[in-house]
C-alpha cells in the first residue's frame, strides 16, 4: 500500500507533515519517475502554494527538468494543458476540498490523466531509496506558461453544441467557493452569452465564503440566488475546481449521484453502445439507465485515480464519482468542473424542460453518506469485525454490505483525513435513514471500544 500517496494525490498540512523538505524530496523523486521535462506546473489559491510551487520548480531544475509554471489554474486545466500543450507531465499543487491549513501534490502523467496506483508506488520507491537523477548534465530552467487557461476554455467549448446554448441566454449562478475555477468557468460563460452572477468569486486560500468543499449543507446562498433571479441552473465548485454540485432551478441542490445520472443520460442518447466506470460507492441506477442504451457500466475501488484510470484503457466515455466528479471521455479522462458544467448546459438546451422537470423524470434514488472520526489504527479491526458478521461482502475497498442491489452499506477509510465514510442506497427514503441511523452508531460503537 502507498504510504504517501492517498485518495488522490499526496496532502498533508503544510510545514508541519507537508514540510518543504519533504516537497523537495519528493519532487527529486516524481521528477525521476517522469525522467525529462518539460513539466507543467499549477497550484489552487492556497496561500501555501507559491511557496510550494518555487520549492517544486527548483528541485526538478536540480536534476536537470525544465518546466513551466501555469500559475493559479484548476486541476483539470493543468491536467489538459499537459495533454494539449506536449508537456512530459504536470504537477498541480493542491489540496483539493482539504481545510485551508493543508497542501499538496498531485501528479499527472503526459496523457493529462492521474498517474496510477502502480506509478505512486514506483514514486514512493525511488524517494524511499533516495534513488533520484543526482549529476544532471545541465540544469534545467524554469518558464512561464500562460495559454492553460484559453486552451483548457475552448477545449470544453468544442465538445458542445455553443450555438445552441448561446442562443438560449441562460440564467447561471456560480458558487465558485473562492477556488480555482474562478479564472476560467466565469469567462466560460460569457463565451456562450449566459447571464452570470457569481458567488464566492474571489480567490481566498483561506476559502471564507463556504469552506473550500461544496456539501448540501453550504450551499444555501447558492440556492437562494439561484431563486432570486429566476436562474435556470446553479453550480458550486470545489477548491481546485474539479468537482461540482448543482443547483436546479428551484433551488434543490442535486447529488453528485443525480447530476452523473441526469448527464449521462443526455450523452448516451447521442452515444449508445458506450462504457461508464463509477465507483462501488455510486447508486444502482446507472446500470438501469445504461441498459436503455445498450451501455455498459464497469465499477471500481472508490477515488478518481481509479476510474480514470479505467476510462483509458478500456476508453470509456464517461466516468463519475457521488461526489460531483464528473468526466468526460472525448474531453479528458480526468474529474472536470467547467466541462461538467458545459454537459449541464449542453442538456438543458436540448430540451424543453426546466432541470427540476429533468430531475423528477429519473427513477426515484435514494442516498446518502455521513462521517465517523476514526484513527487509521481502528480501522482493520472496523472492517474485520463487520466483515465477520456479513461474510459475503465485497471488501476490494473498505466493505460494502449488499443486502440486495437496491439496499446496501458500505463502510470505507478516507484517504485523505482520519475518519471514515459510511455510504449506504435504499428503496425508500425511510429505510435509508434507518439503515443510515444503525450503521453510524454500529461503526462509533466498534471504534469507541
Known sequence: ??????????????????????????????????????????????????????????????????????????????????????????????????????????????????????????????????????????????????????????????????????????????????????????????????????????????????GSEPTPQNLSELSKIVIDNNADVGIAFDGDGDRSIFCDNNGGILTGDKSALILTQHILKKNPNSLVVTCLNSGSNIEVLAEKFNSKVIRTKVGSVEVSRKMVPTNALIGFEENGGFMYGKHNQVRDGCMTLALMLDMLASTEKSLSEEIASLPPSFTTKDKVSCPSKKVPELISLLKTEFPNSDTSDGIKINFDPKNWVMVRPSGTEPIVRIYAEAESQDKLDTLMSEYVAKVSSIISR
Open 1 to 210: 500500500m502507498a504510504k504517501f500517496f492517498g485518495t488522490n494525490g499526496i496532502r498533508g498540512v503544510f510545514s508541519e507533515d507537508l514540510t518543504l523538505e519533504f516537497v523537495h524530496d519528493m519532487t527529486l523523486a516524481i521528477g525521476t519517475y517522469f525522467e525529462k521535462g518539460p513539466i507543467l506546473i499549477g497550484y489552487d489559491g492556497r496561500e501555501s502554494s507559491p511557496v510550494i510551487c518555487k520549492v517544486v520548480s527548483a528541485a526538478l531544475n536540480s536534476i536537470g527538468i525544465d518546466c513551466n509554471v501555469a500559475g493559479i489554474v484548476p486541476t483539470p486545466c493543468l491536467e489538459f494543458a499537459v495533454k494539449s500543450l506536449g508537456y512530459s507531465g504536470g504537477l498541480m499543487i493542491t489540496a483539493s476540498h482539504n481545510p485551508p491549513q493543508y497542501n499538496g501534490i498531485k501528479p499527472a502523467a503526459k496523457d493529462g490523466v492521474e498517474i496510477s496506483r502502480g506509478d505512486e508506488l514506483i514514486i514512493e520507491d525511488i524517494y524511499m531509496q533516495k534513488r533520484w537523477i543526482t549529476n544532471p548534465e545541465k540544469w534545467g530552467i524554469t518558464g512561464t506558461e500562460d495559454r492553460a487557461i484559453q486552451t483548457y476554455v475552448n477545449g470544453i467549448v468544442s465538445h458542445v453544441d455553443s450555438k445552441l446554448i448561446e442562443s438560449k441566454h441562460f440564467k447561471v449562478v456560480l458558487d465558485l467557493g473562492n477556488g480555482a475555477q474562478a479564472v476560467s468557468a466565469p469567462d466560460f460563460c460569457r463565451m456562450l452569452q449566459c447571464e452570470t452572477f457569481l458567488v464566492n468569486q474571489n480567490i481566498d486560500g483561506k476559502f471564507p465564503g463556504r
